[in-house]
Nanobody, 126 residues
Framework: QVQLVESGGGLVQAGDSLRLSCAAS????????MGWFRQAPGKVREVVSV????????YSADAVKGRFTISRDNAKNTVYLQMNSLKFEDTAVYYC???????????????????WGQGTQVTVSS
């Protein structure tokens, strides 16, 4: 079965950087768009960044544009989220997700993603 395992979260200070990784197994990784979502306490899950199956096209939410970069290594079945200049408001559980449909360019809605990791906590102290 499909498994997505996130790593790289932690406690950092405002202005620091983190890189999240998500290792995928049980799927034809290179055929699927991948995304990072986050959910803060008391808030709905929101899209952070998504990347298409080839890695040639990506989207980032306005809140993280210019600070976060999504990338993927199809040879390693891994998607990354490089997070720079972290802010207190970036504190959340970050989830990796795989699209339901192969070779779709990408979607920015959570409903389009059929497989989810367990999440990794990112805490930014101000």
């Amino acid at each position: 079965q499909v498994q997505l395992v996130e790593s790289g979260g932690g406690l950092v200070q405002a202005g620091d950087s983190l890189r999240l990784s998500c290792a995928a197994s049980g799927m034809s990784f290179s055929n699927y768009a991948m995304g990072w979502f986050r959910q803060a306490p008391g808030k709905v899950r929101e899209v952070v960044s998504v990347i298409n199956w080839s890695g040639g096209n990506a989207y980032s939410a306005d809140a993280v544009k210019g600070r976060f970069t999504i990338s993927r290594d199809n040879a390693k079945n891994t998607v990354y989220l490089q997070m720079n200049s972290l802010k207190f408001e970036d504190t959340a559980v970050y989830y990796c997700a795989a699209d339901r449909i192969a070779r779709r360019e990408f979607s920015t809605t959570a409903a389009a993603f059929g497989y989810w990791g367990q999440g990794t906590q990112v805490t930014v102290s101000s």
